[in-house]
């Protein structure tokens, strides 16, 4: 009867470690505090938002509120493993004109005004699709998604940002 005890006090030990384990596994997976989960969103099909121009390989996107995303693979400075992203348009909380919000696998989100601003004429006579509310976009290391209320969430790695109507949070 004791041994049968031992045995089983061994096993619930066992099943808590792996449990633990696995627990610290999956927060290890978990994104970052200042980026919303994303894990319920669709996503859409990459290849469907892939361009190929002079000076442009990757893809784009408009979202809902007027944000022209994109990645280019040529911003990667001959790195293969170094992404980066940008997103450009109005943001209501740093004031007038339009901003570009910058990031990359081994730097975190930047924003600065843009120069010169960008023009919404020319992004819809351009033919970028737009990122259904409710979707997100995935390609290799980078996840972006948005909603019906006006949110960007975007991460490149460890590094990203959420672009609301009200805030623009940057990691």
Not at 133 to 140: A, L
Request: aromatic letters at 6%.
């Amino acid at each position: 009867m004791t041994t049968t005890l031992i045995r089983r006090g061994a096993a619930a030990a066992g099943a808590a470690l792996v449990a633990l384990t696995v627990g610290c596994a999956d927060a290890a997976a978990d994104p970052p505090p200042q980026m919303p989960d994303l894990s319920g969103y669709p996503a859409v099909d990459t290849a469907q938002y892939m361009q190929s121009y002079p000076r442009f390989t990757g893809f784009d996107f408009v979202t809902p509120d007027g944000q022209l995303c994109s990645h280019n693979t040529m911003n990667s400075l001959d790195d293969p493993n170094r992404l980066t992203l940008s997103c450009e348009g109005p943001r209501p909380d740093l004031g007038p004109g339009t901003w570009q919000v910058l990031v990359a696998t081994d730097e975190p989100a930047t924003v600065t005004p843009s120069y010169p601003p960008l023009d919404p004429a020319t992004i819809a006579a351009s033919g970028v699709k737009q990122l259904p509310p409710g979707h997100k976009i995935v390609h290799r290391d980078i996840e972006c998604g948005v909603d019906d209320s006006g949110m960007t969430a975007c991460r490149v790695g460890e590094h990203g940002f959420v672009l609301t109507p009200t805030a623009t949070t940057l990691f």
